[in-house]
């Protein structure tokens, strides 16, 4: 499995911006990981929030972030970053970074081996 560390997390007035950030080591030598951003509101279940195909020449979004997240990769740096504008109070949640040993993505939990631990992002109105 893949390890993967968030940060980027905080709070923020409506309207404004954050950039996530998720860090990864370890894994299969040679892997390709399709990377992944999740969330997970208070009494929610975990959502699909936007993934990145291992070449990062191919993103996917939820509709609810579409126009307003943008999803990267260095793969150089090991990291996937996870900008985010125009931010709504619903998009308070905690934040996960998830990985899976493929080149495609999936928008499945359930799909991907490896999670971080997680960062709160909060937007008050």
């Known amino acids: 499995q893949v390890q993967l560390v968030e940060s980027g997390g905080g709070l923020v007035q409506a309207g404004g911006s954050l950039r996530l950030s998720c860090a990864a080591s370890g894994g299969t030598r040679g892997g390709t990981y399709a990377m992944a951003w999740f969330r997970q509101g208070p009494g929610k279940e975990r959502d699909f929030v936007a993934a990145v195909t291992w070449s990062g020449a191919y993103q996917f979004y939820a509709d609810s972030v579409k126009g307003r997240f943008t999803i990267t990769r260095d793969n150089a740096k090991n990291t996937v970053y996870l900008q985010m504008n125009s931010l709504k109070p619903e998009d308070t949640a905690v934040y996960y970074c998830?990985?899976?040993?493929?080149?495609?993505?999936?928008?499945?939990?359930?799909?991907?081996?490896?999670w971080g631990q997680g960062t709160q992002v909060t937007v008050s109105s």
């Open positions: 998830a990985a899976r040993l493929t080149t495609y993505y999936s928008d499945e939990a359930h799909d991907y081996e490896s």
